[in-house]
């Protein structure tokens, strides 16, 4: 692997830091979720900086940067493009969507219409795009941060399932720490932080660094580690749906894109244990016991990592491990709800 490499996607991330302060845990999440050629899914209350994560983001890897706010009347083809008919030239031309660009914001993709929504379906997939029978790559990189407020959800329209399992990891900002508060606060009137984002790497060396993610090796025991913890989740009796097998494939790029930024050449359990939650909680359907018993998803996911047991490095796990025995017990002193 190059080291060097490496170094630049930590100054990505030390960039975007001096923009988002005290979000680094979430601020590496996203720079992951780059590395591993995947989409995101923020799912926070406005004002948090969003919208300044994914312009720092832009500008610290010289990405071509689109927003699009999204409102019931976005239409699919202010995404996909349209054509119009041009006079002094007897003929349609084409117009290229908004979809056409590296880093795609779709802010609030919870509030337009399910329509508009599966518009973004192929090109988050397959990287391209049909509109009127002809298809159209789009840039590389080509990235998606969409938000959506849980909170004030009259007049939203869900995601669908489909789409929900296209993005590779979800995560929440949240308020900033007092201090990271603090520094923000005495910095208002001065010059914009954005403006002192600098460009460390450009588009063509993401796509580089995203090839490298593929030559760190993962043992076949860590492998099967990975495997347990997904299946826990199809099994649970609180769950009325796990993960898919997209997950899968999700948690294996996202724990080999960690070990590499870390500047290892091979995936440990732990680089499996810290991306389990950020993969799999946007996939997981609570059932009526859960929701009952106040159970969440993040309860449900850390009683899943208790309870798998963590192979050391060289230690193989069981073929055919027993089954597992999970216990409805109540969580107290924790927020409630799905």
């Not at 929504?117 to 997939?125: D, F, K, P, W």
């Not at 849980?150 to 720490?177: C, H, I, K, N, W």
């Not at 508060?181 to 450009?202: D, F, N, T, Y």
Request: with cysteine.
């Amino acid at each position: 692997m190059d080291m060097q490499l490496a170094e630049k996607a930590r100054e990505v991330i030390g960039e975007v830091n001096q923009v988002i302060l005290g979000k680094e845990k979430e601020v590496r999440e996203v720079m992951l979720a780059f590395l591993a050629n995947g989409h995101v899914l923020l799912e926070d209350i406005p004002g948090v900086g969003k919208t300044t994560l994914a312009i720092a983001f832009s500008r610290a890897m010289e990405l071509q940067y689109r927003r699009v706010q999204f409102t019931p009347d976005v239409m699919p083809s202010d995404l996909t493009g349209f054509s119009i008919y041009r006079r002094e030239e007897e003929r349609f031309v084409y117009q290229p969507g908004c979809v056409f660009c590296n880093l795609l914001l779709a802010d609030e993709i919870n509030r337009t219409s399910p329509k508009t929504q599966s518009a973004l379906l192929e090109v988050m997939e397959e990287r391209r795009c049909t509109v009127e029978g002809v298809t159209r790559e789009v840039p590389q990189p080509f990235l998606v941060i969409a938000t959506q407020n849980p909170s004030g959800t009259a007049g939203t329209q869900y995601l669908p399932e489909a789409q929900v399992d296209r993005f590779m990891v979800t995560l929440t900002l949240g308020y900033p720490d007092f201090d990271s508060e603090l520094a923000m606060a005495m910095s208002v009137g001065k010059a914009e932080r954005l403006a002192g984002v600098q460009p460390v790497l450009e588009g063509k060396l993401l796509r580089e660094m995203q090839g490298q993610i593929h030559d760190v090796s993962m043992k076949e025991e860590v492998y099967r580690y990975l495997l347990q913890l997904i299946t826990s989740t199809r099994e649970h009796p609180h769950l009325e749906r796990g993960a898919s097998p997209r997950a899968t494939v999700a948690l294996v790029k996202t724990a080999k894109a960690s070990a590499w930024l870390e500047g290892r050449d091979y995936v440990t359990p732990g680089d499996i244990r810290e991306q389990f939650p950020y993969v799999v909680s946007h996939r997981l359907r609570l059932n009526a016991a859960a929701r009952m018993e106040g159970l969440d998803r993040g309860q449900i996911i850390e009683k899943v990592l208790e309870q798998t047991p963590c192979p050391p490095m060289g230690e193989k796990i069981p073929r055919h491990p027993a089954p597992m025995a999970f216990s409805p017990i109540r969580l107290s002193g924790r927020k409630k709800g799905g």
